[in-house]
C-alpha cells in the first residue's frame, strides 16, 4: 500500500482540486476492476439481509475464513424470517469456525427479530434507523446505505482510514472517524456520485490498504 499511495503522490496533477479527486477516482476503480478481490460472494449481491449478515460476520475477520460460514449460514437461513425464531444453538455452530461465536449468533438473532418485529422484514434506509439495529454501527450503516441504498457513502475501517491518512497526510481528530468533519468533508467530494463507481471506489481503496 506504501508504495501504491507514493506513486500515486507522485502523479498527482499540479491542481489537487477537481482534477485531483477525478485522477485519485480514476487510477483506483481502474486498479480494483483489474486486481480487487471481487470474487467475494458478498460483494457480488446488493440483497439487504445478506449485505448485512457479511458485516457482522467480517468483523475483525479475515475474509478467507469467512467464505464458507457465510454461504452456510444464508443456505440454512435467507432471511431475517428464517433467523428470527432459530434456536441460538444452531447459529452458534453454524459460525463457530469464524470465533466469537457466541457473539455473533446473538447479534444475528437479534438482528433478524427487530428487523421482523420493527420494520416488517425490511431494512431501512436511513443511517439513525440502522445504528438502532442490533450488531450495528456507523460502519455497517454505511455499507447498508452504499450498497443497498446507492447512497455515496464512505467505507471507513482501519485498511481505507490507512489509505487516506497517508493520501491526505490527514491525521483523525476523533476516534469515532465518522464522526471527524474534516475526514467527512474530504471524502464527501472524494466519492464518486454514481453508485456502482462509489462502491467500487471503497473496494479498491479498501483493498490497497489490506
Known sequence: MDKWVCELSSNLPMDVDREFIEYVRRVVIDWYRVYGDRDLPWRGTSDPWS???AT???RVTA????VNVYSGLLAKYPN???????RIGD???LVKPIGLH????KQLV???KALIEEYNGQIPCSRSELIKLPGIGDYAASVILLRVCKQPEPLLDTNTLRVYERLFNYKLKK???YRDKGLMNILEDLIPRDPLEAYEFNLGVMDLGS
Do not use: C, H, Q
Request: avoid cysteine; proline fraction near 7%.
Open 91 to 93: 447459529v452458534e455452530e
Open 51 to 53: 449485505v448485512l449478515v
Open 80 to 86: 431475517p424470517s428464517s433467523l428470527a425464531y432459530a
Open 110 to 112: 437479534e438482528l433478524a
Open 175 to 177: 476516534r469515532n472517524p
Open 63 to 66: 475474509r478467507s475464513r469467512v
Open 56 to 58: 457482522i460476520l467480517l
Open 102 to 105: 457466541r457473539v455473533r449468533a
